[in-house]
């Protein structure tokens, strides 16, 4: 009698969002309730001292006294939910065979797979937030356009920061000229979005950043990825000597994100892809691609698109541990080790 052969389970990725998708009291209802997403929070935040303990405080409140959308907020607060949800979600037994990351998220996703140890990866988190206030005023245009499409708005101090699919590209330069090209492509009448960043991530502005960056990891003991480590800088995953290099890590404020390209790539495989994070907005990029749709491919998001209560936090985690159990199981992949 032959066995009916069983379906391999399908390789899982973590992917983590970047700078945008930030919101009030994200994922604040797992705070207190899930132990582990609780204490990996708190070791983030503990490690900024006071500044984590502020911090902590207007992500809980009702009403924030230093808005989301700072950086003195938006950068360590994402980074720690961000690292938080990853830590949920292995210590569900679900081991991930990649990960992915964009903009910010690649950081948090280099702590995960090993990179960076958790220590120096706040250190210089914190380090780009005080840096970031010398360079000057910013933001990003997020246009329903192809890059080629857009070759007209961009020049100068305004660059293409981000390829997120076949027609999402972020646009992203100082104040002036990004509201000039902001008039222009109402003018045109072009669909766009202003993101939730208030500085030009991705775009020469931030070039002062880049040798003190540099000076700052270059005695950090960096290694080499644990897990695969997709990188939406080069589109593919990362080589031993690429993930310790410094200039490699220092120069990511000034460099495009081909996050689609990246995805791309991932998914040439069958891949369950996990969203720990908040927003939604690379689960929302994902389910628009060609393996997802004909569903060789899976996306799960952990958490809601945005905030809607504590018990929506809970019912969302508890959805995608469901779904992920049933589809992938636990230990589906060696365990990472993570340094801190």
Known sequence: MTLPQRRPRPSVVLMFPGTGAQHPRMAAGLYGHEPVFTAAVDEVLGLLGPVGAEARGDWLAQVPAVPMDADARSAPLLFAVNYAMGRLVESWGVRPDAYLGHSMGEFTAAVLAGVFPLADAVRLLWARVLMQRTT????????????????????????????????????????????????????????????????????????????????????????APRVPLYSAYTTAPLGPAQAVAPEFWAGQPTAPVLFWPTLDRVLAADRVLVEAGPAQSLTVIARGHAAVRAGRSEVLATLPPRAKGPEEDRRSVRAARERLLALAGPHAAPAPVHSG
Do not use: C, K, Q, W
């Open 136 to 223: 000057p005023a910013g933001g990003m245009l997020a246009v329903a356009a192809a890059p080629a499409e857009l070759s007209g708005y961009v020049g100068g101090d305004v660059v293409v920061a981000a390829v997120n699919a076949p027609r999402h590209t972020v646009l992203s330069g100082p104040d002036g000229p990004l509201e000039d090209v902001a008039r222009r492509l109402v003018a045109d009448g072009r669909t766009f979005r202003r993101l939730a960043a208030r500085s030009p991530y991705h775009s020469p502005a931030l070039a002062p950043l880049v040798a003190p960056t540099r000076e700052l990891i270059a005695p950090m003991r960096l290694g």
